[in-house]
Nanobody
């Protein structure tokens, strides 16, 4: 039902690294924007990084120079390399894709899909 599945989260010490992956269970017709968002307990979901189909990349200021977003378009897979992790990075990370997917009628429709989220915990 949900075409996005995140993996690669876990528990790391401050200063460590993790690489998150987001794999599409269904191949998209085309993707407009892919991104990573995160939500800490009691906080609103915030943007971490986005990657548009034209190659434009944006990061939130708190992760710039530490995180890198990338994709393998042939595999419809999105990555987030997280280096020098800090306790403030702790939260549930969500993959998001805005693009065209085939519906049950055989025609593609613009869809805004979210993964179920994956926990990232950074200890001191």
């Amino acid at each position: 039902q949900v075409p996005l599945v995140e993996s690669g989260g876990g528990l790391v010490q401050a200063g460590g690294s993790l690489r998150l992956s987001c794999a599409a269970s269904r191949v998209s017709v085309s993707i407009n924007t892919m991104g990573w968002y995160r939500q800490a307990p009691g906080n609103q979901r915030e943007l971490v990084a986005t990657l548009r189909s034209d190659g434009e990349i944006n990061y939130t200021g708190s992760v710039k120079c530490r995180f890198t977003i990338s994709s393998d378009n042939d595999k419809d897979t999105l990555y987030l390399q997280m280096n020098n992790l800090k306790p403030g990075d702790t939260g549930v990370y969500y993959c998001n894709c805005l693009g065209y997917y085939y519906g049950p009628d055989g025609y593609s429709k613009l869809s805004d899909y979210w993964g179920q989220g994956i926990q990232v915990t950074v200890s001191t």
